[in-house]
Protein backbone atom coordinates (compact mmCIF):
# COMPACT_ATOMS: atom_id res chain seq x y z
CA UNK A 1 0.00 0.00 0.00
CA UNK A 2 1.28 3.26 -1.02
CA UNK A 3 -0.29 6.63 0.37
CA UNK A 4 0.91 9.90 -1.75
CA UNK A 5 0.20 13.35 -1.11
CA UNK A 6 0.99 16.14 -2.73
CA UNK A 7 2.15 20.00 -2.62
CA UNK A 8 3.48 22.96 -3.63
CA UNK A 9 0.82 23.82 -6.34
CA UNK A 10 -0.46 27.22 -6.67
CA UNK A 11 -0.49 30.73 -8.63
CA UNK A 12 2.06 31.58 -11.03
CA UNK A 13 2.58 33.88 -13.58
CA UNK A 14 3.40 32.64 -16.90
CA UNK A 15 7.03 32.55 -17.32
CA UNK A 16 7.57 31.54 -13.75
CA UNK A 17 8.32 28.04 -12.36
CA UNK A 18 7.56 25.79 -9.13
CA UNK A 19 7.88 22.67 -7.42
CA UNK A 20 6.01 20.16 -7.24
CA UNK A 21 6.68 17.40 -4.44
CA UNK A 22 5.05 14.07 -3.56
CA UNK A 23 5.64 12.24 -0.12
CA UNK A 24 4.81 8.73 -0.07
CA UNK A 25 4.19 6.25 2.93
CA UNK A 26 4.98 2.60 2.41
CA UNK A 27 8.32 0.96 2.81
CA UNK A 28 8.22 0.29 -0.80
CA UNK A 29 8.62 3.32 -2.05
CA UNK A 30 11.38 2.75 -4.00
CA UNK A 31 10.45 -0.13 -6.30
CA UNK A 32 7.58 1.86 -8.00
CA UNK A 33 7.50 3.49 -10.43
CA UNK A 34 6.38 7.15 -10.40
CA UNK A 35 4.60 9.61 -12.65
CA UNK A 36 2.68 13.22 -12.54
CA UNK A 37 -0.41 13.46 -14.37
CA UNK A 38 -2.91 16.95 -14.68
CA UNK A 39 -6.08 17.50 -15.53
CA UNK A 40 -7.17 20.71 -16.54
CA UNK A 41 -10.76 21.65 -16.34
CA UNK A 42 -13.48 19.67 -18.92
CA UNK A 43 -10.27 17.79 -19.89
CA UNK A 44 -9.12 14.53 -19.84
CA UNK A 45 -6.09 13.49 -17.15
CA UNK A 46 -3.15 12.85 -19.48
CA UNK A 47 0.32 11.81 -18.36
CA UNK A 48 3.13 14.87 -17.58
CA UNK A 49 6.47 13.02 -16.64
CA UNK A 50 7.65 9.64 -15.04
CA UNK A 51 10.14 8.08 -13.08
CA UNK A 52 11.94 4.66 -12.56
CA UNK A 53 12.23 3.29 -9.50
CA UNK A 54 15.76 4.38 -8.94
CA UNK A 55 16.03 7.57 -10.87
CA UNK A 56 17.48 6.29 -13.94
CA UNK A 57 14.84 6.96 -17.13
CA UNK A 58 12.77 9.41 -17.51
CA UNK A 59 9.74 9.60 -19.32
CA UNK A 60 8.31 12.88 -20.50
CA UNK A 61 5.39 14.20 -22.58
CA UNK A 62 6.21 16.54 -25.79
CA UNK A 63 4.46 19.51 -24.37
CA UNK A 64 6.94 19.62 -20.96
CA UNK A 65 10.20 18.39 -22.99
CA UNK A 66 12.54 21.08 -21.94
CA UNK A 67 10.50 22.92 -19.59
CA UNK A 68 9.65 20.41 -16.71
CA UNK A 69 11.68 17.54 -14.95
CA UNK A 70 11.07 14.65 -12.83
CA UNK A 71 13.25 13.68 -9.63
CA UNK A 72 12.86 11.24 -6.91
CA UNK A 73 15.15 11.09 -3.72
CA UNK A 74 14.50 7.83 -2.28
CA UNK A 75 15.64 8.13 1.14
CA UNK A 76 12.89 10.86 1.34
CA UNK A 77 10.79 8.53 0.20
CA UNK A 78 9.35 12.02 -2.28
CA UNK A 79 9.51 12.48 -6.11
CA UNK A 80 9.78 16.31 -7.61
CA UNK A 81 8.12 18.01 -10.37
CA UNK A 82 10.03 21.07 -11.64
CA UNK A 83 8.19 23.32 -13.42
CA UNK A 84 10.15 26.05 -15.90
CA UNK A 85 8.62 28.33 -18.32
CA UNK A 86 5.20 27.60 -17.41
CA UNK A 87 2.27 28.69 -19.54
CA UNK A 88 -1.35 29.23 -18.84
CA UNK A 89 -1.89 26.13 -20.90
CA UNK A 90 0.23 24.11 -18.15
CA UNK A 91 -2.81 25.25 -15.59
CA UNK A 92 -4.51 22.03 -14.12
CA UNK A 93 -4.84 19.79 -10.96
CA UNK A 94 -0.95 17.91 -10.82
CA UNK A 95 -1.48 14.29 -9.33
CA UNK A 96 1.26 12.00 -8.35
CA UNK A 97 0.38 8.16 -9.15
CA UNK A 98 2.67 5.39 -8.39
CA UNK A 99 2.79 1.43 -10.16
CA UNK A 100 4.51 -1.46 -9.87
CA UNK A 101 5.71 -3.80 -12.78
CA UNK A 102 6.33 -2.43 -16.11
CA UNK A 103 6.13 1.13 -17.48
CA UNK A 104 3.10 2.66 -18.89
CA UNK A 105 2.22 6.01 -19.17
CA UNK A 106 -1.64 5.73 -18.98
CA UNK A 107 -3.69 6.82 -16.11
CA UNK A 108 -5.53 3.00 -16.04
CA UNK A 109 -2.10 1.61 -15.42
CA UNK A 110 -1.59 3.74 -12.39
CA UNK A 111 -2.68 1.57 -9.05
CA UNK A 112 -2.06 4.94 -6.39
CA UNK A 113 -2.96 8.50 -6.71
CA UNK A 114 -2.67 11.18 -4.49
CA UNK A 115 -5.23 13.76 -4.26
CA UNK A 116 -3.85 16.88 -6.62
CA UNK A 117 -2.55 20.01 -6.11
CA UNK A 118 -3.92 22.64 -8.38
CA UNK A 119 -1.30 25.08 -10.60
CA UNK A 120 -2.54 27.97 -11.81
CA UNK A 121 -0.91 29.50 -14.94
CA UNK A 122 -1.55 33.24 -15.44
CA UNK A 123 -1.29 35.38 -18.70
Known amino acids: QVHLVESGGGLVQAGGSLRLSCLAS????????MAWFRQASGKEREFVLGISWNGDRTYYADSVKGRFTISRDNAKNTVYLQMNSLKPEDTAVYYC????????????????WGQGTPVTVSS
Open 97 to 112: AAKDGSWYSTPQEFRY
Open 26 to 33: GRTFSSYF
